[in-house]
């Protein structure tokens, strides 16, 4: 997904995400940060057992669902 109107600040609260921010991933854990630029494609995945939480900050002029633009994913969240 990506957001034209804000960019997120988020700090992995529990487990290992992947993050994808464009065409990078980074493996974060707890206590650590990532900043998602607006008009980043950003996703979260969990490649281990443990539960992932992730604290997000929305920073913008314009912080409603409307605004986000998702992609084909494997949880049938695009028509």
């Not at 494997?74 to 028509?79: D, M, T």
């Amino acid at each position: 997904q990506k957001h034209f109107h804000r960019s997120e600040h988020w700090v992995v609260i529990q487990g290992r995400p992947i993050i994808t921010l464009n065409k990078k991933s980074f493996l974060r854990k707890e206590k650590e940060t990532i900043f998602i630029p607006k008009g980043s494609i950003h996703r979260i995945q969990n490649p281990g057992n443990k539960v992932v939480k992730i604290m997000e900050a929305q920073l913008g002029s314009i912080l409603k669902e409307n605004d986000i633009v998702r992609y084909e994913d494997i949880y049938g969240r695009v028509s």
